[in-house]
């Protein structure tokens, strides 16, 4: 179980720590005023310091939240169900291609759900690479990359 | 007299049957992407943006648009028959329209929002017709710092009338500015913010952020809201349709305030979703049936829809006429003018008159074809409310990953898509509003531009953003927003009764 304080945190860390990066990276451009106008850091280092200064401001904030439930464990189950299966699918990208992870991702999301059957799961494993193909690279000549597998096989 | 001149000359333009089947086309696309939990309208409108660019701008715009309209529509339908709002501006929608479905009048619950809705609309892109030119014939005096001064006032606007944390926006905003500097400072020609990675020298697009955010965010956020599909019957009687539409002038006065609210949220740029919870709620105080609010009260769905729509219609006049958008949808779509060679503001209303003018005559069409199509696809779109979400989400998460990619065929735009995608699932969580984000990703050069080359003006100096009454009271009534919300807060401690309400 995660509390809403905890989330408030994660992402007033998060917020900041860019923030940070923001304004530090910045500075490698200059930052204030020379012959040619306001350098190009500036900009970029104030906007860098409010994210910071906000997100401290939302770090202390968050104290004052009462300790509430903000995602069961239930939910969490429900969101990795989805999220690890589609940074599999992204990460597959490079290796498989496109149209090779797509099928594997609908398949292996499918199987794995009860009450859909294994000819179902592979129906849509099929049918949905080769509506993409149909819609992007046929229809609109968008080239979809067919990755290390796709080279291999010479495509 | 010259706007209706300028205005016929467009329906000449828009009146085409390619583009009346453009119309049809992005209506259809729109209520899908409405009806379909986890994409809605900005990232509908960037999924269909990179197979625009062959096109004539004015049809790639008339297509654009109409998403919009549609997907405005759509979000509405499933407020109203299963309680879940398609779209963040219509959540409002579900407090009223929902339980007069459930008692059995759908049919109902749909007109008045339908009719409402186009009445907003109708307001709205009245308001462009007329005004429109007006401002982007004033604006052509302007110079950077009262530019700045505009983009300031949008800016200051969201952080005091978003209706969301004020500091969490100003996070959300400032995350967007840092995210359009990244890539080659187009000022002096200097490489920003790209940490090493060279790939990141073009730059961020919006709508790899918009994929992620909007997409990939809701789905995340969509897996925790259990879809108990209580549906309620999606037939439509049309009898029943026109007969809710004759009562609707009963409801004219709150129909002309929340088309006022709309409007007004919509350029200033608020947002639609800010219009409709501010007109529902201002409805609920000053109706005399108060008390009937929230279960099934025909008022409490004409306030959040004709605000709803008037905001999302409106939203385009400051996008025409100063380049700056009334809303993330709106963002997104002046990103697409930029891609297409448009240069959004004022000089669009000299140089594009065609695409001007034949975007606003399809404004009016567009609404009329999307009143109709929502009406008759009722039913089918209902149905596609039963696909189990174990498939809907997959699918949504494969075309949001093609588009991405398919933006300028880079896997780091996946990457990153994910990334902005946990990123707007914490947000969407603990009320972080998106749509600055999504704007300041858009326009943040230009804001930026706007200021140093004020700068340069002044050799330095701040005065330059009150050196004359424009650029002064401009400044002056961001200043004012930007400080609402402490004012407020500042109120609220005096008066601690006021808060436990």
């Not at chain 1, 429900?78 to 099928?103: E, R």
């Not at chain 2, 994409?39 to 990179?50: D, F, H, K, M, Q």
């Not at chain 2, 050196?467 to 807060?489: C, D, E, I, R, Y």
Request: proline share 5%; aromatic share 10%; hydrophobic share 55%.
């Amino acid at each position: 179980m995660i509390s809403r304080r905890f989330l408030e945190i994660a992402t007033a860390v998060l917020t900041g720590t860019f923030g940070a990066a923001v304004a530090i990276s910045s500075l490698d451009n200059g930052i204030g005023w020379s012959t040619a106008g306001v350098e190009a850091g500036t900009f970029p280092f104030l906007v860098g310091l409010i994210i910071l200064l906000g997100s401290l401001y939302n770090l202390v904030r968050s104290r004052l939240d009462p300790p509430q439930v903000s995602i069961t464990r239930a939910d969490m189950r429900a969101l990795l169900a989805l999220f690890l299966p589609a940074a599999a699918f992204i990460a597959a990208i490079p290796l498989l291609g496109m149209y090779v992870a797509t099928a594997a991702y609908m398949l292996g999301v499918l199987t794995f759900r009860r009450g859909v059957s294994r000819l179902r799961a592979l129906v849509y494993a099929v049918v949905t690479p080769v509506l993409l193909y149909l819609v992007f690279e046929w229809a609109f000549q968008v080239s979809l990359p067919h990755g290390l597998l796709g080279e291999i096989l010479g495509l | 007299m010259e706007n209706v001149e300028a205005l016929m000359h467009g329906f000449g333009i828009a009146v085409t049957v390619p583009h009346l089947a453009l119309m049809v086309v992005g209506v259809l696309l729109g209520i899908l992407v409405g009806v379909l939990p986890g994409l809605g309208a900005p990232n509908g409108v960037s999924l269909l943006l990179p197979l625009t660019f062959g096109m004539q701008p004015v049809s790639a715009i008339i297509l654009l648009s109409s998403m919009y309209w549609g997907a405005l529509f759509g979000g509405s339908v499933t407020s109203i028959l299963f309680n879940i709002p398609g779209e963040p501006s219509s959540v409002a929608t579900t407090f009223d329209g929902y339980p007069m479905a459930r008692d059995g009048r759908p049919t109902t619950a749909l007109a008045t929002a339908f009719g409402s809705a186009a009445f907003g609309a109708l307001v709205g892109v009245v308001l462009i017709t007329f005004l429109a030119a007006w401002v982007a014939k004033a604006a052509l005096a302007f110079g950077p710092p009262e530019f700045f001064a505009v983009y300031f006032l949008a800016f200051a606007s969201f952080i005091g009338m978003g209706g969301f944390p004020p500091i969490k926006t100003l996070v959300s905003l400032s995350i967007g500015f840092a995210i359009a500097a990244i890539g080659i400072d187009t000022v002096s020609g200097a490489v920003r913010l790209t940490m090493g990675v060279d790939e990141l020298v073009k730059g961020v697009n919006f709508i790899v952020a918009v994929m992620g955010l909007f997409g990939i965010g809701e789905l995340l956020i969509a897996t925790e809201e259990s879809f108990q599909l209580k549906s309620v019957s999606s037939r439509v009687d049309w009898r029943e349709v026109v007969r809710t539409v004759a009562t609707l002038p009963r409801h004219g006065v709150a129909m002309l305030r929340s088309a006022a609210i709309g409007c007004w949220m919509g350029i200033t740029p608020g947002g639609p979703t800010a219009a409709s919870f501010m007109s529902y709620a201002i409805a609920k105080r000053l109706s005399r049936r108060s008390q009937a609010f929230g279960r099934g009260e025909p008022e409490g769905i004409v306030a959040p829809e004709t605000a709803d729509h008037a905001a999302g219609t409106s939203a385009l006049l400051p996008m025409l006429s100063l380049g700056i958008p009334g809303s993330a949808t709106a963002a997104v779509m002046m990103g697409g003018l930029m891609i297409w060679g448009l240069n959004p503001g004022p000089m669009l209303f000299i140089e594009q008159k065609d695409f001007v003018w034949g975007l606003i005559a399809s404004m009016y069409v567009g609404n009329i074809v999307a009143v109709v199509l929502v009406l008759a696809t009722v039913p089918i779109f209902a149905a596609l409310m039963r696909v189990p979400f174990y498939l809907i989400a997959p699918l949504i998460l494969i075309i949001c990953t093609v588009g991405a990619y398919s933006v300028s065929n880079s896997y780091l735009d996946v990457l990153l898509m994910l990334g902005f995608g946990v990123v707007g699932y914490l947000f969407k969580k603990l009320s972080y509003p998106l749509a600055p984000l999504v704007l300041a990703t858009v326009i943040g050069d230009k804001a930026e531009d706007a200021f140093r080359q004020s700068m340069l003006m002044s050799k330095g100096s701040l005065g330059i953003f009150v050196s004359n009454g424009l650029v002064g009271s401009l400044m002056a009534a961001g200043l004012v927003l930007l400080l609402l919300p402490l004012w407020l807060q500042f109120r609220r401690l005096q008066v601690p009764s006021e808060e436990q309400r």
